[in-house]
């Protein structure tokens, strides 16, 4: 027998957004930004794939917004990723946190 007593609650989609960075920045620090996928981030943020798509697609927008959030929370792992491969929001980060980024690639 189906359980209908539950009801189904949509998240504000800004909050959602901020789910799927947030679960994207965890996957991009554990297998490397430009590994971060809809599946693994899908899967970390406990949503469907359509559901990341629906926010961020083509995928680019997704690792935009990830690396803009790795700079504004200084994640340097995420960011030296971004300084490796030129990406623009990495390149503008702070003169410190990039010192700090350099650090870690050169570790």
């Keep these: 027998m189906i359980d209908r007593t539950r009801t189904r609650t949509r998240k504000d989609p800004e909050d ?9 920045l965890i996957v991009a620090k554990e297998v490397g930004y430009e590994k971060v996928t809809r599946d693994r981030v899908a899967a970390q943020a406990n949503v ?4 990341i798509s629906l926010h961020f697609s083509p995928i680019d927008l997704l690792k935009n917004a990830v690396m803009k959030h790795a ?3 200084e994640v340097v792992e995420v960011v030296a990723q971004g300084l490796a ?9 702070p003169q410190k946190l990039k010192e700090r980024a350099v650090k870690q ?3």
């Design 16 to 24: 959602r957004k901020a789910q799927i960075i947030d679960a994207a």
């Design 48 to 51: 469907s794939t359509g559901c």
């Design 71 to 73: 700079v504004k929370r």
């Design 85 to 93: 491969n030129r990406h623009p929001a990495a390149m503008k980060a």
């Design 105 to 107: 690639l050169t570790a």
